[in-house]
């Protein structure tokens, strides 16, 4: 699934550079604009309708395996330690970051916080000196990570954002528009343990796409949104004082 998806922003990338729109494969596969957006976003291509869009655009399928690895050779999964630690120490620089991976504009981040567009750019210089985008002319920025790329697990960054969601993420009723809360408990044997953690990283893999999806959209028709998964072998220390 995952490569699949590769596979169809490889061809999204395609379209880009030869100056091709949905409208032109609409004409071109005799659909609705309509269709081909669903396709798209549903990620629902069969091979020959796959084959159709290259032909339109004269290239092979060969040719989109072949951008494929140009990009990932291109892109960074994560960050070293004294990487992560030179970003979590300057909380501006931090804010930065958290922004442009969430394909916010740079003016968007002047706009929004209190940030000269001067500090911004120096911040988006430290990024492009750490690999994570490309710093292009006029301030545009293209992002070199991966779709595979996380914080180091129980890295700098990790262990911040941890400390902020027991301060303020749970302190909540999550019956807000948009807000869930969901809490199950059981018991389970090691094998369970395992599907269910794949589970989850297949659940964020798939947050993960959509937000790369939602970046098409202007800023005013995004929210920020946080996704906690978490699964442990674990009893409330309640249990604790009834322990033999």
Known sequence: ???SNQLIAALKQALKAHGRTYADVAHHLNLSEASVKRLFSR???????????????EIEISDLMQLLE??????????????????VADREL???????????????????????????????ARLDRLQM??????????LRIAPNFQWRENGPIQQFFLQQLQKDFFNSRFDGIHER???????LNANSFKVFERKMERLAREFSELSSDDALLPLEERDGA?????????????FNQFTK
């Open 133 to 142: 985008i490309d710093l292009l002319p006029g301030n545009r920025v293209k």
């Open 226 to 238: 946080t996704v906690v998964l978490a699964i442990r072998p674990w009893r409330s220390a309640f």
């Open 181 to 187: 809360l969901i809490v199950v408990n059981g018991m």
């Open 94 to 124: 931090l804010l930065v970051t958290v922004c442009i991976l969430n394909r916010w504009k740079p003016a968007e981040i002047v706009d929004c916080f209190g940030i000269t567009e001067l500090r911004c750019i120096r911040h988006l």
């Open 43 to 57: 990620r629902s291509f069969t091979l020959q309708r796959l084959d159709q869009i290259c032909q339109m655009l």
């Open 1 to 3: 699934m995952a490569q």
């Open 70 to 87: 140009e990009r990932a050779a291109e892109q960074i999964s994560g960050l070293s330690l004294d990487q992560e630690r030179e970003i």
